[in-house]
């Protein structure tokens, strides 16, 4: 939580998180960093004062520079991708096979290492993914104060490159309605009601969801919006990391076509199981 | 002529150098720390002169108009730098670069100084290299050289055909490194508008802010002037927009002699003017002249309906086209140096040959290079009778590879495919050889005022030699000023810093203060460009390529008048204490108002034909420059004493000892 | 032909400024667009105006000093190439030509056109040099081979003009290709690697304090430069300074 509370800083601006204490450290640092260059020299003079500034400056690069929170943004939305291949994968179970479905669910919703580990580290991965998000959109607009009265972005960008922040608030916003429909549902099942584990619930529940049809008009437009997310961040992110190389059109390709073809199938099973409700 | 004390040290030519850095008092570090020093220019000379010295420990403040060090004028270099390092193993030597640039400075340079151009060019590399400046490199890993306008070795060192930036690029992360531990103040975005000498010597300048217009006072216990040249004079150069003499003529005006002003190199092979809006010509690399062909029509009326679009010059055949190079010149053909190809196309287009709408340009014709190229290649990779589509076709392929961004250049600026149809070219200002008079430690005849670059005089004589205006620049900056100002600044230790509020300051101040309100005052009728472009075309027409007796004296009659003109009719808008682009123009302008009269007056004393200075009486039968070694054969060193008419003439004798003064010959 | 042009007038840094709307005649394709302005300069200055005030210098696309967005893009509408090597052809009688100064919070206005770009400067002066010695003697200049690959791509990165196209270009106003060139022009060199990691930690200090966006790989950048200069430069700062922060 100390490395989130310094990834949220706002061009050296404190965000509400209560870890002043330890971060004194680092504000100690830069208050010496502003007084001047002679200051700095007196401060670099003896090794130890080195060795510290070294440090702090290390640590401070590693956890606030513009460049660590493209690592972050990079890191976890690699993150989310692999999460979506899991999650595709057993999706399309559903299609193929209901009763492998209804098992691999059960496996996610009961195992305590999923429940209890990889579920909190699913959700910090997406809360982590979208606040930094936003604190990149709020400093790139803080970057240019002044709009052009004519700007040609379509000239030198493609448009997903440019709109990644509404592809990924539709997306954010379909993940509401997801948990809703799903996430809250099981907790309630599980935990609040109390009810009996039962093994062969989850294909009809989630066959049911998709009956309404304006639900699955949504989840389709959302799959879209994903796709279109993808289509730049899954590539890009390489490019964050720093991975460029002879691999990287290779890479690129492989991106691309994960942005397309990963939330074709996801829509798929959204159509296929509104076109094929279950009758009782 | 007791007055000009070159202070060349005695001894040897090859030891004259280290025996005088043995000589020369030094400044112990701890005292350097007291001592300021102003750098005007941020150029390569400027550049590299503020890092080092403030490397050594003093305290440096350095002065650009620019926005930042890095965009000086050094940054549009193209071809390279010369260095004597024989690493191609030709025989190149340091006696051989010093001879070189005497003999193609035409014998009005001085020994000494060139040779010790020569015997540090090689450090230059070695340093630069240091720095990280990324020079071209053979397979082998190992730097690459090519050769350069009739040089007999290849001694230029390059990066594409971006060698001035690469090295500024250099001299400014060195500036940067200094300016980061605190020994250098950058001012950008000011421009020195005085000198300010005090008890005779230079002690500081008055600057402008030139964003809020605030006139500041800057004292030091040495000046550096690095500014430059001053070939926007002619208002149409392949200078930048901004390059001005104004800080060599603030003090030239408070008692630096200025040397060899009518010294001006114009380049052969530039983009020809299009139009009255012209501002500024583009250069194209010397190297075109290797391949390309240079013609004008033989007829007359060919020239004159090619000129009203009637014809194109690919119609022309064989027969038609007059070749006058390799006409006049069989021996070197297209590849005579620049002053002597510069001339033959004044000649042409003077007797109304030119080939566009200006009747101002000449063909640089490829044709035969692709076609040669392409026959060549088609026999190399086994083809048989190739038909003449084939043969072309692969000819431009070849002259891509060789020139291709400059055929790209040329057609965003002309939009005509050169691969199709000839280059049009024409002569433009490139380079001053004339500058600040400045004795062996480069320091002017003002005590504590230097002049290094292009500023001063030393180096190039009557023309400059292609690839040494970066070697010069850096020459000065990081190896010869630093140790040769020492000499100076050693006696200054006890001075303790100079106070800007005496009488000498104050009295500076006023001067330009005054200065500018007499400049806003004008009457209003014309703007700046209206007489810098008058000042261009006098100059252009009557102190150009060729000069004569009676022109000359037109010229001097008439820039005085215009100077005239100018103070009392100028226009300039808005007001002095903000950003004023128009106000910077004027008082740039009206430096050049009185430059271009002693340029004259200059060209008109020196009876004699040499380098970039041809005078149309003093040429031989086949209209070859008459150079005369019997009365010229000195440095014309001038004295500002009021209207630049009346300068004082001070001859500095140029002794060659060790080299046989010779004519050159191109036949 | 004629023009209809609309130019951002600003008096100085701290007043606001606004577009205001020109027309102009008799230009000609070959002008340069620079020269278009310079006419329009003239009358402006004939009917007692002030002139429109915009950066420029070398005229010949090397110095980086020209710095216009005209119609939505920094440099005009060719590629590869500076404001300054930009010619009227490219427009046609009764364009409308919309010209405004960089736009970036770290790169102010100071009068109509001209912007301040010292943060540049100052990103360099954070550590973009080689910390020898000018005034000693280097070893010389051949005792170190270069494999020709690694100096050619040095060099493409030290071709930057710094004009500040990149940032103009970016959504978000980012530095990165800048700043990126220059770490890698270092970093691919063997005397530039001494003080590789200090150096790129310090340099996206630097760029940091000054205000620039964060890159999100959009490419404006690249495609605007007019000198070329690549993406994987980026890449490459992204992995020195990953490399850097990690072995400390």
Request: glycine share 8%.
């Amino acid at each position: 939580m100390l490395l989130l509370s310094k990834l949220f800083e706002i061009n050296g601006h404190k965000s509400h998180f209560p870890f002043l204490k330890f971060n004194k450290g680092f504000w100690v640092f830069k208050i010496n960093l502003n007084i001047g260059h002679s200051d700095v020299e007196n401060l670099l003079e003896t090794r130890l004062c080195r060795k510290f500034v070294e440090n702090q400056l290390r640590m401070s690069g590693l956890i606030k520079s513009s460049l660590a929170r493209k690592y972050v943004m990079a890191l976890s939305g690699l993150f989310l991708v692999i999460f979506l291949v899991l999650h595709v994968t057993i999706n399309l179970a559903s299609v193929i096979s209901p009763d492998f479905f209804n098992e691999a669910s059960h496996f996610m919703g009961y195992n305590p290492l999923v429940q209890f580990l990889m579920q909190p580290i699913l959700i910090l991965g997406v809360v982590i993914h979208f606040v930094m998000g936003f604190v990149l959109e709020i400093q790139n607009r803080k970057a240019r104060a002044i709009n052009y009265v004519k700007y040609k972005g379509s000239a030198n960008a493609p448009w997903v490159s440019r709109n990644m922040i509404y592809s990924g608030l539709v997306v954010l916003a379909f993940l509401v309605l997801h948990f809703y429909d799903f996430w809250i549902h099981e907790m309630s099942y599980k935990y609040v009601e109390a009810l009996p584990e039962d093994l062969t619930r989850y294909y009809h529940e989630t066959v049911e969801k998709f009956a309404p049809f304006w639900r699955t008009a949504l989840y389709v437009i959302s799959f879209v919006l994903l796709s279109l997310h993808l289509w730049h961040g899954f590539a890009s992110s390489f490019q964050s990391m720093g991975v460029n190389n002879k691999y990287t059109p290779g890479i690129t390709k492989f991106a691309k076509l994960f942005a397309v073809v990963v939330p074709l199938a996801f829509a798929f099973i959204a159509i296929y199981h509104h076109l094929n409700p279950i009758t009782h | 002529m007791g007055i000009l004390d070159s202070k060349v040290p005695s001894g040897p030519l090859a030891d004259k150098w280290t025996k005088h850095k043995n000589d020369i008092d030094l400044v112990n570090p701890a005292n350097k720390r007291n001592i300021d020093v102003i750098i005007v220019g941020t150029g390569l000379a400027g550049g590299s002169a503020a890092a080092t010295l403030a490397e050594l420990g003093y305290n440096v403040k350095t002065f650009c108009y620019q926005d930042s060090p890095r965009r000086a004028h050094s940054i549009a270099a193209q071809g390279g730098v010369n260095a004597a390092k024989n690493y191609q193993g030709d025989g190149d030597s340091i006696y051989r670069l010093f001879y070189d640039t005497i003999k193609g400075g035409d014998y009005r340079s001085r020994e000494a100084n060139v040779y010790r151009l020569a015997e540090v060019s090689g450090n230059i590399i070695d340093q630069c290299v240091s720095q990280g400046v990324p020079f071209a490199r053979e397979y082998g890993g190992l730097l690459d050289n090519r050769s350069f306008g009739g040089v007999l070795v290849s001694r230029t060192f390059y990066a594409k055909g971006q060698t001035g930036q690469q090295l500024l690029l250099g001299a400014y992360a060195a500036m940067n490194r200094q300016i980061q531990r605190g020994k250098i103040k950058s001012y950008t975005r000011h421009e020195m508008l005085d000198l300010v000498l005090v008890d005779g010597k230079a002690r500081g300048i008055i600057a402008r802010d030139l964003v809020t217009g605030e006139i500041e006072r800057h004292s030091a216990h040495a000046v550096v002037l690095a500014t430059g040249g001053y070939g926007n004079l002619f208002f149409l150069s392949t200078y930048c927009m901004g390059a001005n003499v104004m800080a060599a003529w603030r003090a030239h005006r408070r008692g630096a002699y200025f040397a060899n002003p009518c010294f001006t190199q114009i380049h052969p092979t530039c983009i020809p003017v299009s139009g009255d809006h012209q501002s500024k010509l583009t250069l194209m690399s010397e190297s075109l002249r290797n391949d390309g062909r240079i013609w004008v029509p033989k007829r007359l009326e060919d020239a004159q309906a090619i000129r009203e679009g009637k014809l194109k010059p690919t119609q022309l055949s064989e027969e038609e086209r007059d070749y006058y190079l390799e006409r006049r010149y069989p021996a070197f053909g297209n590849l005579v140096p620049r002053d002597v190809a510069s001339r033959a196309a004044k000649e042409r287009c003077d007797a109304g040959y030119g080939v566009n709408k200006t009747g101002e340009a000449v063909y640089l014709d490829f044709a035969s290079a692709i076609m040669r190229y392409g026959r060549e290649k088609a026999l190399t990779s086994g083809m048989k009778d190739p038909d003449e589509k084939t043969i072309r076709e692969l000819g431009e392929k070849v002259v891509e590879a060789k020139y291709g961004n400059l055929f790209q250049m040329y057609e965003k600026i002309v939009d005509e495919n050169p691969y199709k149809t000839p280059m049009k070219i024409y002569p433009a200002v490139h380079y001053t050889m004339g500058g600040l008079w400045v004795d062996y430690n480069l320091q002017t005849t003002i005590p504590g005022c230097y002049a290094a670059g292009e500023a001063n005089f030393s180096d190039h004589g009557a023309n400059r030699l292609g690839a040494s205006a970066l070697m010069q620049g850096l020459a000065d900056g990081y190896f010869v000023l630093p140790y040769t100002i020492g000499d100076y600044l050693s006696d200054d230790i006890r001075t303790g810093p100079i106070p800007t509020d005496s009488p000498e300051f104050e009295q500076a101040e006023k001067g330009v203060r005054e200065r500018i309100e007499k400049l806003m005052s004008g009457r209003g009728i014309h703007s700046v460009d209206y007489y810098h472009k008058k000042l261009g075309k006098i100059m252009w027409n009557k102190c150009g390529m060729s000069r004569n007796e009676k022109e000359l004296n037109e010229a001097i009659k008439e820039i005085a008048e215009l100077r005239k003109d100018f103070w009392e009719n100028v226009k300039i808008t808005g007001t002095p204490d903000s950003k004023n682009q128009e106000l910077e123009k004027a008082g740039r302008v009206a430096d050049f108002l009185e430059l271009g009269e002693l340029f004259a007056k200059d060209a008109l004393h020196r009876n004699e034909s040499c380098g970039g200075h041809f005078r149309e009486e003093y040429q031989t039968k086949e209209g070859e420059a008459l150079r005369d070694d019997k009365n010229f054969k000195y440095v014309a060193a001038w004295e500002y004493v009021g209207e630049p008419k009346d300068s004082k003439l001070h001859k500095e004798d140029l002794v060659y000892e060790n080299i046989e003064v010779k004519t050159r010959s191109y036949k | 032909m004629k023009l209809y042009l609309k130019i951002w007038r600003q008096k100085d840094a701290n007043s606001k400024g606004s577009m205001v709307d020109y027309t102009l005649e008799g230009v000609e394709s070959d002008m340069s667009f620079l020269e278009m302005l310079d006419i329009l300069n003239e009358e402006l200055i004939s009917k007692g105006e002030e002139p429109v005030e915009f950066d420029h210098d070398c005229r010949e696309g090397i110095c980086g000093t020209c710095s216009l967005m005209i119609n939505g893009r920094p440099h005009g509408p060719d590629s590869m190439i500076t404001v300054c090597q930009l010619h009227m052809r490219s427009f046609n009688d009764g364009d409308e030509i919309v010209i405004e100064p960089w736009r970036a919070t770290a790169f102010p206005v100071i009068k109509d056109l001209i912007t301040d770009r010292s943060a540049f400067d100052r990103i360099q002066q954070a550590g973009g040099y080689i910390s020898v010695n000018t005034s000693g003697r280097p070893v010389d200049a051949n005792t170190i081979p270069i494999p020709k690959p690694n100096a050619d791509e040095s060099f493409n990165a030290a071709a930057c003009i710094g004009c500040g196209a990149c940032v103009a270009a970016c959504k978000n106003a980012s530095a990165m290709l800048f700043t990126s060139a220059k770490v890698s022009q270092f970093a691919l060199l063997p005397q530039g690697r001494i003080e590789a990691a200090e150096r790129v930690q310090n340099m996206v200090r630097q760029m940091d304090l000054e205000g620039f966006g964060n890159c999100t790989n959009t490419g404006a950048c690249e495609m605007e430069c007019p000198k070329g200069i690549s993406l994987e430069n980026i890449a490459r700062m992204n992995r020195e300074y990953l490399s850097a922060t990690l072995k400390g």
